[in-house]
């Protein structure tokens, strides 16, 4: 076992915990609004925390983790590399700039206004947007189909 190796874990672990729950949002908070819209403020409070407990701080993680392993493993010219770092980047923007505050604001507005619905529309779009993005990014870091 060497530090690679265990960078390579721990860059794993954190691409789990970063992304794993959002990954189900596109399905769960769709399925919460039809069957338990009650329940929505609770979920998207819950949301709200886990990106700032989670999300943020396991993508910091996920970033510095791969900056060692393209560093120690001289891959900072492979496609694939460029790939990651890329969808770090997209995640940072997106979900700072839209997901987070959104899932703020839904926690805080009645599921059955106008205004609900508008947030609604552009939260599950990102959020779906930048699921399909860590699917791709996973399987280009894994496959290295460009390389």
């Known amino acids: 076992m060497s530090t690679y190796t265990v960078v390579v874990a721990a860059h794993i672990?954190?691409?789990?915990?970063?992304?794993g729950l959002p990954l189900s949002a596109p399905l769960l908070v769709p399925?919460?609004?039809?069957?338990?819209?009650?329940?929505?403020?609770?979920?998207?409070?819950?949301?709200?925390?886990?990106?700032?407990?989670l999300t943020g701080p396991f993508t910091v993680l996920v970033l510095a983790?791969?900056?060692?392993?393209?560093?120690?493993?001289?891959?900072?010219?492979?496609?694939?590399?460029?790939i990651g770092v890329g969808a770090i980047a997209i995640i940072a923007v997106v979900g700072?700039?839209?997901?987070?505050?959104?899932?703020?604001?839904l926690a805080a507005l009645d599921p059955s206004t106008a205004e609900y619905a508008a947030?609604?529309?552009?939260?599950?779009?990102?959020?779906?947007f930048l699921g399909a993005l860590v699917l791709v990014t996973i399987f280009a870091m894994a496959a290295k189909p460009f390389s």
């Open 13 to 19: 672990i954190a691409v789990v915990a970063a992304y």
């Open 31 to 53: 399925y919460v609004r039809r069957h338990h819209p009650e329940a929505l403020n609770g979920l998207h409070s819950a949301q709200y925390r886990l990106n700032n407990v």
């Open 65 to 82: 983790f791969g900056i060692y392993l393209a560093s120690d493993g001289h891959r900072w010219g492979d496609p694939f590399v460029s």
């Open 96 to 105: 700072g700039a839209v997901v987070v505050p959104a899932v703020k604001r």
């Open 119 to 128: 947030v609604y529309r552009r939260y599950l779009a990102s959020e779906s």
